[in-house]
C-alpha cells in the first residue's frame, strides 16, 4: 500500500502565494512521476504540473512562469509553488503518483490519488 498525503492549502488573497506539498510513503519500488492536479467546482480535473523521473517537468499553459513544481527524491515529496495565484484558480488541487509498488523480486505500476487540498484565492 501507498498512501500520498497533501499539505499547503488554503486561503491567499489574489497576487498572493503558496506552498503545496505531497509526501509518498509505503511500499513504493520506485515513482515514474508525480504531479498536481486541480479540480474547480463544475469542471473536470485538469492537470497543473508533472515531475517525471528523469526530471522533465510539463505544466498547464496558464500556470507557466507563476509555478514552479520540485521534488526530493530521498523523502519521496513533491512541492508546487504557486505564485501570483488568481481567483479562477480556486480549486481543489489533487496530488498524483504513477509509480511501482513492491519489491525487487515483484512490482507493479500503480495510480494514487491524495486527498486533495483546498486553495481558495479570493480577498
Known amino acids: 500500500q501507498v498512501q500520498l498525503v497533501e499539505s499547503g492549502g488554503g486561503l491567499v488573497q489574489p497576487g498572493g502565494s503558496l506552498r503545496l506539498s505531497c509526501a509518498a510513503s509505503g511500499s513504493i519500488f520506485s515513482i515514474n512521476a508525480m504531479g498536481w492536479y486541480r479540480q474547480a467546482p463544475g469542471k473536470q480535473r485538469e492537470l497543473v504540473a508533472v515531475f517525471r523521473s528523469g526530471g522533465s517537468t510539463n505544466y498547464e499553459d496558464s500556470v507557466k512562469g507563476r509555478f514552479t513544481i520540485s521534488r526530493d527524491n530521498a523523502k519521496n515529496t513533491v512541492y508546487l509553488q504557486m505564485n501570483n495565484l488568481k481567483p479562477e484558480e480556486t480549486a481543489v488541487y489533487y496530488c498524483?503518483?504513477?509509480?511501482?509498488?513492491?519489491?525487487?523480486?515483484?512490482?507493479?505500476?500503480?495510480?494514487?490519488w491524495g486527498r486533495g487540498t483546498q486553495v481558495t484565492v479570493s480577498s
Open positions: 498524483h503518483a504513477d509509480l511501482n509498488s513492491g519489491t525487487d523480486f515483484y512490482n507493479r505500476r500503480y495510480q494514487y
